[in-house]
């Protein structure tokens, strides 16, 4: 199972702190079930970054299914 972790405002909009969905395939592809999943959150989703083991990952990395995804919402500070 991938375990995937949400933070600030999505953490908000989905419900939830993490969740464990049963997933194999790219970044991008994860992004898209997001998206169809928290449609209210959609907009954050699609400008979110990724990170795998606190390193940022791009649109093609391939998930095997057992990982732990931290889903970064865009953030301001300063």
Not at 5 to 22: M, N, P, Q, R, V
Not at 39 to 68: C, M, P, W, Y
């Amino acid at each position: 199972m991938l375990e995937v972790i949400y933070f600030a405002s999505l953490k908000e909009l989905t419900g939830k702190a993490s969740e464990e969905i049963e997933f194999r395939g790219s970044i991008k592809d994860l992004r898209e079930l997001l998206i169809n999943r928290y449609q209210k959150a959609a907009d954050i989703l699609k400008s979110s970054r990724f990170a795998i083991n606190f390193e940022i990952v791009g649109e093609e990395h391939i998930l095997e299914g057992q990982e732990k995804v931290a889903v970064l919402p865009p953030f301001s500070g300063g």
